[in-house]
């Protein structure tokens, strides 16, 4: 039996500042940063902890990001992701109709109804539809 996924329409616009998203597997080591307590907590900012960053030379955002605390099982310095993880946000204008998947710290990761893109909004900008 398949889950029913809960329909929401956006209240308010919502456009990504991050171009470059993180992009983590399960069982990849990162490095833990600062961790967001006030708009947003239970979000950690990370960096992967492979040299990529150095290797490449890239700033571009795709090895840093925010990561939600309940997917990093933390230990020293490092941490190590839990599940497959994508930072990656979605842009969507008032009125628009996403399928809820996931709720995380004030964030909704859905799907675009129209045009099957997905990514993560934030609760704030979206009300359920019943």
Not at 48 to 67: P, T
Not at 69 to 83: A, V
Request: glycine residues 8%.
């Amino acid at each position: 039996m398949e889950e029913r996924r809960i329909e929401y329409i956006a209240v308010k616009a919502f456009r990504t500042e991050f171009y470059n998203p993180i992009v983590l597997q399960k069982g990849e080591r990162v490095i833990i940063g600062e961790e967001s307590t006030e708009t947003w907590p239970n979000w950690v900012f990370c960096t992967k902890a492979d040299g990529s960053l150095a290797d490449d030379g890239k700033e571009d955002g795709s090895h840093q990001g925010w990561v939600p605390k309940q997917i990093i099982h933390f230990s020293t310095q490092y941490g190590e992701i839990l599940e497959n993880y994508s930072a990656q946000e979605l842009d969507i204008d008032e009125g628009t109709v996403v399928e809820g998947i996931r709720e995380l710290n004030g964030w909704l990761w859905v799907r675009n109804t129209s045009t099957n893109e997905i990514g993560w909004v934030p609760m704030e900008n979206l009300k359920r539809l019943d």
